[in-house]
């Protein structure tokens, strides 16, 4: 849930921008997209700290390398938070982005049944996290694509 927090005060610090007189913040669809953009890029820090070893145990066992995957789920939420911010990029990175939403789906689903932990806490029960990454996808596709 601190994601959504992140999220939404990312949004609403984007807009007050906005409303202060900064022309590029002045719409709520470029606030929601930097404020994506801070969201993805607060989420992949866990990929590089302690937090990586939960991450690990919330793969399936089908996946093969699970720490190489954590890692490169990292560089793909940093590369498509950084394209959040480039209008130039921003499609290519909304597209990247909800194809990778939907590939961790997998992970998050086997975290919730296997009990598997972050930071000691158990994970977005499903009911609360599917309709979460529903958000965001409809989110990323309003405002970036």
Not at 75 to 94: D, K, R, Y
Not at 95 to 124: E, H, W, Y
């Amino acid at each position: 849930m601190i994601v959504l927090a992140v999220l939404g005060i990312a949004i609403l610090v984007f807009r007050g921008l906005g409303f202060a007189g900064i022309e590029s913040l002045a719409s709520w669809e470029v606030s929601t997209r930097f404020g994506l953009g801070v969201m993805f890029l607060f989420t992949a820090t866990a990929h590089f700290t302690s937090m990586k070893k939960d991450l690990e145990r919330m793969i399936p066992s089908w996946v093969l390398y699970p720490r190489a995957m954590v890692y490169f789920t990292g560089v793909c939420e940093i590369l498509g938070a950084m394209g959040l911010f480039i209008p130039s990029l921003q499609m290519i990175a909304g597209i990247g982005l909800i194809i990778f939403l939907i590939a961790v789906l997998p992970a998050n689903i086997n975290a919730a049944r296997t009990g598997s932990t972050l930071r000691g806490n158990p994970p977005t029960p499903l009911a609360l996290r599917i309709p979460m990454q529903i958000l965001f996808i409809l989110l990323i596709w309003w405002s970036a694509i």
